[in-house]
C-alpha cells in the first residue's frame, strides 16, 4: 500500500507560481515499486486530466497546454513535485498525485489550485 498526500495548493494571481508537492508513504517495498508518477488535474464541470508524468527512468512528459510552464520531478523515493510557473486562470483545478506499480494505482486526495485574473 502506498499512501499519498498532496500540499502546496492555495490562491495566486496570473502570471504567478506554485509548487505542489506530494508525499508518499508506505513499506519501503511499496514506495521501491513505484514506476510511474503523474500528476492529474480536474476543473469543475469537466474530466480529470493529465498534467505530467515522471517514470523510474527519470523520463517524462508534459500535457500541451503546460509545456514550458511546468516541471515535474521526483526529488527522492517518497516525494513528487510539481513546479508551476506563468499561472493561467485556466490552470484553476484541483490537481492530484498519482502513482503506478506493476500491480496497484494509488491516489492522493487533491489539492486546490485557483489562479485569479
Known amino acids: 500500500q502506498v499512501q499519498l498526500v498532496e500540499s502546496g495548493g492555495g490562491l495566486v494571481q496570473a502570471g504567478g507560481s506554485l509548487r505542489l508537492s506530494c508525499a508518499a508513504s508506505?513499506?519501503?517495498?511499496?514506495?521501491?515499486?513505484?514506476?510511474?508518477m503523474v500528476w492529474y488535474r480536474q476543473a469543475p464541470g469537466k474530466q480529470r486530466e493529465l498534467v505530467a508524468t515522471?517514470?523510474?527512468?527519470?523520463?517524462t512528459n508534459y500535457a500541451d497546454s503546460v509545456k514550458g510552464r511546468f516541471t515535474i520531478s521526483r526529488d527522492n523515493a517518497q516525494k513528487l513535485s510539481l513546479q508551476m510557473n506563468s499561472l493561467k486562470p485556466e490552470d484553476t483545478a484541483v490537481y492530484y498525485c498519482?502513482?503506478?506499480?506493476?500491480?496497484?494505482?494509488?491516489w492522493g486526495q487533491g489539492t486546490q489550485v485557483t489562479v485569479s485574473s
Open positions: 498519482n502513482a503506478v506499480t506493476s500491480r496497484n494505482a494509488y
Open positions: 508506505g513499506s519501503d517495498l511499496s514506495i521501491n515499486s513505484i514506476n510511474v
Open positions: 515522471v517514470r523510474s527512468d527519470g523520463s
